[in-house]
């Protein structure tokens, strides 16, 4: 991809996507429709699309920083299932065809989709207010290490997958836990980066300016994580996010 014009709109793809995935998640259904329209197979656009928003994940856990103290022990429980779940994950892309991933990618964008949607429901439902935190912890690491095996394959709605995990099982404000939805996220999508960058599958040409558009956006939006209404912004990506799966399923 040498278009000038590809260019420019992949990078700001990559701005929206990188910001939305700090304040709601859901960034990849903006990204990775936005690749394969610019004429990237789907495996290649996906591969990527994952290693180009990993710079975002460090502007919104940077810009975040400070909603992370007293968090330590969870991060050191949660860590290293997630950052194994995201190399499975890739693992597992690696080994998917063009045709089969192609085939699966408009069911993973609903689902993406659906997980967006009745995220705040899902929480509702499954608060467990009277477990102990020890309890919680453990239980937040064995969904979240699922959650990353799906982060590492595809990605989309990982951010809502891990906020509903956190907010099912953590006490905790919606900011602290979005903050450490964001270095999770990152962990999974660095491990699975780190799989799939030596794939030969990455697009050399417009990775670079995705991800500096991505870290743009991370930190842009994880400035405004505190301030801009999620449940508006989730709402928009639900539209966007049912009008690409439609999309996928009808092409």
Request: hydrophobic share 60%; charged share 10%.
């Amino acid at each position: 991809m040498n278009d000038p014009g590809g260019l420019a709109i992949a990078g700001l793809a990559a701005v929206a996507g990188g910001a939305v995935n700090a304040l709601a998640g859901g960034g990849t259904l903006i990204t990775f429709p936005v690749l394969t329209a610019l004429g990237l197979p789907a495996l290649a656009a996906n591969i990527t699309n994952t290693v180009a928003l990993c710079p975002g994940y460090v502007g919104g856990a940077l810009a975040q920083r400070r909603d992370l103290r007293g968090q330590s022990a969870r991060l050191l429980m949660l860590l290293p299932a997630v950052a194994a779940g995201g190399a499975l994950g890739a693992w597992l892309l690696l080994t998917s065809s063009e045709r089969s991933f192609r085939q699966a990618v408009p069911f993973l964008l609903l689902l993406a989709t659906l997980l967006l949607a009745l995220q705040e429901r899902v929480r509702a439902l499954l608060a467990r207010p009277h477990a102990a935190a020890a309890d919680r912890a453990a239980l937040a690491a064995a969904l979240a290490g699922p959650a990353a095996i799906y982060g590492g394959y595809f990605g989309a709605g990982l951010g809502v997958v891990l906020l509903a995990v956190l907010g099912l099982c953590l006490l905790d404000t919606l900011t602290r836990l979005n903050a450490l939805k964001q270095v999770l996220s990152l962990a999974i999508n660095g491990t699975a980066a780190l799989v799939l960058v030596f794939s030969g599958k990455v697009d050399w040409t417009v990775m670079p300016v995705m991800a500096v558009g991505a870290l743009l956006g991370g930190v842009l939006g994880g400035r405004l994580a505190s301030r801009v209404s999620a449940t508006a912004l989730r709402r928009v990506i639900v539209v966007l996010g049912l009008g690409v799966s439609a999309a996928y399923l009808l092409g």
